[in-house]
Antibody, heavy 118, light 109 residues
Framework: EVQLVESGGGVVRPGGSLRLSCAAS????????MTWVRQAPGKGLEWVSG????????GYTGSVKGRFTISRNNAKNSLYLQMDSLRVEDTALYYC???????????WGQGALVIVSS | EIVMTQSPATLSVSPGERATLSCRAS??????LAWFQQKPGQAPRLLIY???TRAAGIPARFSGSGSGTDFTLTISSLQSEDFAVYYC???????????FGQGTKVEIK
C-alpha cells in the first residue's frame, strides 16, 4: 500500500523557516517524481514544487522561487521542502504527492499544516 | 503558463441525478488531464487520468471525456458520498504552474 506521511509543519513567524519531510513507503521511491501541493484555508489546490526521480530537475511556482528548496533522499525514501523567508500568504496545508507534474498526481499524503503568523 | 478554468463554480444536484462538470485549458493539453475529488478534511483523490481512464477502485458512474482544450467529468447518478469539490489538473507542461483548475463544488439540491 502506498503511503506518504508528512511531518515538520507548525507555527512560525514571518521571515522564519521550516523544513517539511515526507516519508514514502509501499512503492519504489526512486521510480517516481515527487511534488508538493498546498491548499490555503478554504481555497483551492496550488502546485508548489516538483522534482524528478533523482532531484536533477526541479521546479517552483513563482511565488516561492528563491525561498523554497525541494530535495529528496532516495536512500531514505524521503522528500523534503525547505521553506525560508516565510510569509503570511504561505499559510496552508502542504501535501506530499507522488508524480512530477508530467504525470497525474496519483497518491497524496494527509498534509502538514504550516501557519505563518506574528 | 496554462490556465485551467472550471465551470460552474457550484453545481446543485439532487441525489440520483447526473452531474456534468467542465474544465477548459488555455491551450491544447492533448489528453494530459486528471480529475480529483476532495471531501472536507480529506486529501484529494485521483478519479480520472488521461482524460478518460478511471483510477483504480473508482466506480463506473464517474466518467471523463475530452481532448485538446475542453474536458468533461460526468457523474451519472449522484450518490450521497459524491458531494464534494472536484478539481481538474493538467500535466502536459513542465513546470506545471497553474496546473489545477479552481474547483467545482457539487452540493445537494
Amino acid at each position: 500500500e502506498v503511503q506518504l506521511v508528512e511531518s515538520g509543519g507548525g507555527v512560525v513567524r514571518p521571515g522564519g523557516s521550516l523544513r517539511l519531510s515526507c516519508a514514502a513507503s509501499g512503492f519504489t521511491f526512486d521510480d517516481f517524481g515527487m511534488t508538493w501541493v498546498r491548499q490555503a484555508p478554504g481555497k483551492g489546490l496550488e502546485w508548489v514544487s516538483g522534482t524528478n526521480w533523482n532531484g536533477g530537475s526541479t521546479g517552483y511556482t513563482g511565488s516561492v522561487k528563491g525561498r523554497f528548496t525541494i530535495s529528496r533522499n532516495n536512500a531514505k525514501n524521503s522528500l523534503y521542502l525547505q521553506m525560508d523567508s516565510l510569509r503570511v500568504e504561505d499559510t496552508a496545508l502542504y501535501y506530499c504527492v507522488r508524480g512530477q507534474g508530467l504525470s497525474p498526481f496519483d497518491y497524496w499524503g494527509q498534509g502538514a499544516l504550516v501557519i505563518v503568523s506574528s | 503558463e496554462i490556465v485551467m478554468t472550471q465551470s460552474p463554480a457550484t453545481l446543485s444536484v439532487s441525489p440520483g441525478e447526473r452531474a456534468t462538470l467542465s474544465c477548459r485549458a488555455s491551450q491544447s493539453i492533448r489528453t494530459d488531464l486528471a480529475w480529483f475529488q476532495q471531501k472536507p478534511g480529506q486529501a484529494p483523490r485521483l478519479l480520472i487520468y488521461s482524460a478518460s481512464t478511471r483510477a483504480a477502485g473508482i466506480p463506473a458512474r464517474f466518467s471523463g471525456s475530452g481532448s485538446g482544450t475542453d474536458f468533461t467529468l460526468t457523474i451519472s447518478s449522484l450518490q450521497s458520498e459524491d458531494f464534494a469539490v472536484y478539481y481538474c489538473q493538467q500535466y502536459n507542461i513542465w513546470p506545471p504552474e497553474g496546473t489545477f483548475g479552481q474547483g467545482t463544488k457539487v452540493e445537494i439540491k
